[in-house]
Nanobody, 115 residues
Framework: QVHFVESGGGLVQPGGSLRLSCAAN????????TAWYRQAPGKQRELVAS???????HYEDIIKGRFTIARDNADNMMYLQMNALKPEDTAVYYC?????????WGLGTQVTVSS
């Protein structure tokens, strides 16, 4: 069962912007913690940003000041606004939700930053 569906990835030039969307197949309110992760080729999956059901955000230092996470509980959506993109941001971006101490994942969306 797919719990989340990511969209909005693509090819963008360095310095450009993308907005990723994550649609939850169930009420997103049931996930007290949701996050964006990414995985670059040959690297481990890493946390990018997270947000709680009350809207408290957290950002990893690698993207702080460039990315903004948001969550719309009414529409069962989560977003990641990515600005000032760098080639090192190239990765598959995944949506994750946590409830009852279990993590649920989407299938990911590819982001490629290249000139």
């Amino acid at each position: 069962q797919v719990h989340f569906v990511e969209s909005g990835g693509g090819l963008v030039q360095p310095g450009g912007s993308l907005r990723l969307s994550c649609a939850a197949n169930e009420s997103i309110v049931s996930y007290y913690y949701t996050a964006w992760y990414r995985q670059a080729p040959g690297k481990q999956r890493e946390l990018v940003a997270s947000i709680t059901h009350t809207g408290a955000p957290h950002y990893e230092d690698i993207i702080k000041g460039r990315f903004t996470i948001a969550r719309d509980n009414a529409d069962n959506m989560m977003y990641l606004q990515m600005n000032a993109l760098k080639p090192e941001d190239t990765a598959v971006y995944y949506c994750m939700g946590r409830r009852a101490w279990l993590d649920y994942w989407g299938l990911g969306t590819q982001v490629t930053v290249s000139s």
